[in-house]
């Protein structure tokens, strides 16, 4: 594999959105942001587009991807924030390279555009993992879902289109103001993830080597590293995310997904 330098940011500003086109040809397995200036820390990324053939596949906050990176245990410096489509610890080399964006065909343009807020003469560069050149297949997605729940109790969070369905979901990162307890996962009407509450689930997900976060809850069917586990679309007539909340709350569900670029 290669790590290179990309092309300079445009518009790298204390409050703005800069961008940088990638190059054409090779195969991404991840994208490093480098942040450096006076103040600038992922905090005031208040957003990350990362599009392919104009299509956003990857959105993202600075301060939520640190955490779901932390899970992953994708850690860097204080100053780098890494957008990561592989799988560094999966079992086999075939699970851990699905999902990178390869673009030696299939793809005409790839995209990354950074919106800060707040930042004192901040620079932004990237660099890239690359893997050798191949045509478009599967990509890893991140997709966000927000939603605000009233009060306490249980509710359906809606987070997959089921006529878009086809994608393999990897994990989905719950981030929450601190009232979600519990969650529930149902596919096609059968419990596959029966209300577990979050000292279960950090505890659970500690014995396979994953770091829960303050106020992320993740569902991670793949936590073993064993990415036969994530959860198949493809044959689900009903897919269902049920958290329970101690209080009135506001969630964004970030869902990793494995999926075709035109689906989703």
Known sequence: MLLVKNTPFTNVVASGVATVNLPIGMSYNKIILALGGTTFTPSMITNINLKVNGKIIYNAIGSRLSLINAYRQVVGSATCLTLDFTEPRAKSMIEQYVGNINTASGVSSVTIEVTIA???????????????????????????????????????????????????????????????????????????????????????????????????????????????NGVKTADATALEFNPTFTAADTVTAVVEVLDVLGNM
């Open 118 to 228: 707040g930042a004192t003469a901040p620079t932004l560069d990237s660099y890239s993992e690359l893997g050798p050149p191949a045509a478009l297949g599967v990509i890893a997605k991140h997709i966000p879902f927000t939603a605000s729940f009233a009060g306490s109790g249980k509710f359906p969070m809606k987070l997959i289109d089921i006529t878009n369905r086809g994608g393999i979901i990897k994990r989905v990162h719950f981030a929450h103001g601190g009232n979600l307890s519990q969650l529930e996962v149902k596919k096609n009407g059968i419990v596959i993830w029966d209300n577990i509450p979050t000292a279960i689930n950090t505890s659970w997900q500690a014995e396979y080597a994953k770091t829960a976060q303050t106020n992320l809850y993740t569902y991670d069917p793949c936590a073993d590293n064993n990415y036969a």
